[in-house]
């Protein structure tokens, strides 16, 4: 059974910046695909960023496009995801996840993921 855990949230005013973390247990975290999904109250959890296993390639969604930049460790089984010119609608819980295959068919939906964290809370205020 694979654990994650999120870290990093808080409160922020616009225009600031944060840095999310993700740990994850376990040996084979190389191999990993991970994902930042995030939900904000009220609404459908949506995807946010990915990287592949190797960290060589990254997707993301249009709205952190140029603001957000996803990154890993294999060393340290971290995922991160820096979070810079923050926005107010960026407030929302957000969460780490595990996905098997790198492939845009997969990426976008939250139901491929595995294993998720139990998020942490962003807030931006204007």
């Known amino acids: 059974q694979v654990q994650l855990v999120e870290s990093g949230g808080g409160l922020v005013q616009a225009g600031g910046s944060l840095r999310l973390s993700c740990a994850a247990s376990g040996r084979t975290f190389s191999t990993y695909v991970m994902g930042w999904f995030r939900q904000a109250s009220g609404k459908e959890r949506e995807f946010v960023a990915v990287i592949n296993w190797s960290g060589t390639s990254t997707y993301y969604a249009d709205s952190v496009k140029g603001r957000f930049t996803i990154s890993r460790d294999n060393a340290k089984n971290t995922v991160y995801l820096q979070m810079n010119s923050l926005k107010p609608e960026d407030t929302a819980v957000y969460y780490c996840?595990?996905?098997?295959?790198?492939?845009?068919?997969?990426?976008?939906?939250?139901?491929?993921?595995?294993?998720w964290g139990q998020g942490t809370q962003v807030t931006v205020s204007s």
């Open positions: 996840a595990i996905d098997r295959i790198f492939s845009s068919a997969r990426y976008l939906r939250a139901e491929t993921y595995d294993y």
